[in-house]
């Protein structure tokens, strides 16, 4: 298997880490302590931000493996590499202001779309019989 689909894996991984430690960084900044999970409309951003990664990574993980062992992993690379891009564009966007998410909602769910299908397309292809 090509190394590619490992290192958008490590990347979507890295890039949850991050939004884990900003998280801890906003509940210092406006002084929510854990448990709390509300108070400051900025603090809760940032963690919608890293609640709906979270949220994001199950989905998206096993499609971008399915895709990438059953269709292309180099293809599945690419769509995946747009996942990372589409979540660091929602995550800047939500921490500025949540009506700036859009852009990089619909990338990344659009990418997690295609690995989907394609994986979806992919396994059904290997169930089917080879004729001739």
């Not at 490992?6 to 406006?30: D, E, M, P, Q, W």
């Not at 293809?75 to 998410?101: C, T």
């Amino acid at each position: 298997m090509s190394p590619w689909p490992t290192l958008v894996s490590l990347l979507a991984l890295l890039l949850y880490f991050i939004v884990t430690i900003n998280v801890g960084r906003a509940r210092a900044k406006y002084g929510i302590p854990a448990p709390q999970m509300s108070g400051n409309p900025d603090f809760e951003r940032v963690l919608r931000v890293q609640q709906n990664m979270l949220e994001q990574l199950i989905f998206f993980l096993p499609a971008l493996w399915i895709f990438c062992w059953y269709l292309n992993p180099l293809w599945g690379a690419g769509l995946g590499s747009l996942w990372v891009v589409g979540r660091i564009l929602y995550a800047w966007g939500y921490y500025r202001a949540a009506e700036q998410r859009g852009t990089g909602f619909a990338l990344a769910s659009l990418s997690s779309l295609v690995l989907l299908l394609g994986g979806l397309v992919g396994v059904i292809l290997a169930l089917v019989p080879a004729q001739g």
